[in-house]
């Protein structure tokens, strides 16, 4: 008798051992609120940027302190892909600070394998319920695609071609939907079109992201920053959904979720 209660004993710490990682985690994500707090903390944040009533909270010393001895995933609570562009100052339009925000920049802000492979990261590592793809007005990536679409080629390093192909269907995309749109007018509409690109080839890549999304414990939004205001424009949330459906309904999505 003693020897069973002995081995119940032992199974019983084993599974609390392996459970709590996980358990962990999960309750350091809902810390942070549900993806809908988080989205009207962003927003909230990029109103007093515009009206240049910015807290500019978490950039004092004892927060690089905290920093220094504490981990991301208990702080971060959203996943921002933006482009490079000097003109986009991710932490400074949402008003946020050291560990607030987990930010992948690239031009075009394109969702390629180190793309998927760093929002994955960010959701599934760094436990942030929320992930934002935000591009911007004005993006050169965007532009230079459309003008290759338009037949007005220019001379390209060799590493950036396929840097920005995942923009060419975005581009050929809002021509299509826009028939009355010619040159340079499209530009905007390839914009927006580019920010639904980046989410579908996110969710083709990853199925970690898909499933996360099911499970409601992460939200996927859209935006388009104006370099011109300092405002986030937010994209309509029918669209995501649409998108996860046609991508669940594709032969091409990846499967496995984890490496081999």
Known sequence: MNMF?????????LAAVLVAPAFASQVESEGKGTPAQILTRMKAGNMRFVDGRSLHPHLNLER???????????????????????RVPVEHIFDAGVMDLFVIRVAGNVVDT??????????????????????????????????AVH??????????PPLVDNIEPAVKRA???NPGVHGEDIIPAAIEENVWQG????????????ELVKAGSVRVVGAIYDVGSGKVNWLPDTKIAE?????????TRAMEAMAQ
């Open 114 to 147: 180190d793309e998927a492979g760093s929002i994955e990261y960010g959701l599934a590592h760094v436990h942030t319920p929320l992930l934002v793809v935000l591009g911007h007005t004005q993006c050169g990536a965007v532009t230079a695609v459309t003008h």
């Open 175 to 177: 021509i299509a939907m």
């Open 64 to 86: 690089l302190k905290q920093a220094g001895r504490e981990d991301q995933g208990n702080h971060a609570y959203a996943t921002v892909i933006t482009c490079s562009d000097s």
């Open 243 to 251: 998108i996860l459906d046609r991508v669940e309904a594709s032969p």
């Open 151 to 160: 037949g007005m080629d220019h001379k390209l390093e060799r590493n950036i």
């Open 199 to 210: 989410i579908e080839d996110l969710f083709l890549k990853s199925p970690t992201t898909r």
């Open 5 to 13: 209660k002995n081995r119940f004993v032992v199974a019983c710490v």
